[in-house]
T-cell receptor
Framework: NAGVMQNPRHLVRRRGQEARLRCSPM?????VYWYRQLPEEGLKFMVY????????ESGMPKERFSAEFPKEGPSILRIQQVVRGDSAAYFC?????????????FGNGTRLTVT | AQSVSQHNHHVILSEAASLELGCNYS??????LFWYVQYPGQHLQLLLK??????LVKGIKGFEAEFIKSKFSFNLRKPSVQWSDTAEYFC??????????????FGKGTKLSVKP
């Protein structure tokens, strides 16, 4: 009964490189959410996706960040031309339903370090 | 803008002491409220939630929380903590008419250290 799987756990990138973070939701879950946690801060919502659709991207930075959740395969959070300020823990969560009463199940996170 | 504030950054208690972690939110509409816990090296886990009904909510591992609408508060309590409760605790709010489901607003977290 695998939970939400994120990989890699740790990712180091130099400034200007691309970072790709992967998230496989729990079995049977078709709703995926990405959150970012900066040092000494709480988690901040970034984007909510269903299969092949972006539902809410109100928390995504306007440039360099993109997310997808294809019909097959994991959800991907992509950060182009990373900068030091992108260093953070990125958490993925999933839920089975599109409902306010459907709690989120979180993964272990990917810790991105930009050097 | 909606926000969640957790009053304590780090709380240190001895085993068997009582615990209360404060959480206040700023939003005037209908909310769902959550407490999540993150044990060292593990993922965030749901401790308890409030959607409607009885404002006193029981969660796992002996935790409970009380929703006081007039105070915009959702404080977490446990009568007697154990060493295994050492973790970081996050309060979160979902504004039902102010954001999509899954758009949770988190507090900055409270680290709880329980001395054996």
């Amino acid at each position: 009964n695998a939970g939400v799987m994120q990989n890699p756990r740790h990712l180091v990138r130099r400034r200007g490189q691309e970072a790709r973070l992967r998230c496989s939701p729990m079995k049977g879950h078709s709703h995926v959410y990405w959150y970012r946690q900066l040092p000494e801060e709480g988690l901040k919502f970034m984007v909510y996706l269903q299969k092949e659709n972006i539902i809410d991207e109100s928390g995504m930075p306007k440039e360099r960040f993109s997310a997808e959740f294809p019909k097959e395969g994991p959800s991907i959070l992509r950060i182009q031309q990373v900068v030091r300020g992108d260093s953070a823990a990125y958490f993925c969560a999933s839920s089975p339903f599109s409902s306010y009463n459907s709690p989120l199940h979180f993964g272990n996170g990917t810790r991105l370090t930009v050097t | 803008a909606q926000s969640v504030s957790q009053h304590n950054h780090h709380v240190i208690l001895s085993e068997a002491a009582s615990l209360e972690l404060g959480c206040n939110y700023s939003y005037g509409g209908t909310v769902n409220l959550f407490w999540y816990v993150q044990y060292p090296g593990q993922h965030l886990q749901l401790l308890l939630k409030y959607f409607s009904g009885d404002p006193l909510v029981k969660g796992i591992k002996g935790f409970e929380a009380e929703f006081i609408k007039s105070k915009f508060s959702f404080n977490l309590r446990k009568p007697s903590v154990q060493w295994s409760d050492t973790a970081e605790y996050f309060c979160a709010v979902n504004a039902r008419d102010g954001g999509s489901q899954g758009n949770l607003i988190f507090g900055k977290g409270t680290k709880l250290s329980v001395k054996p």
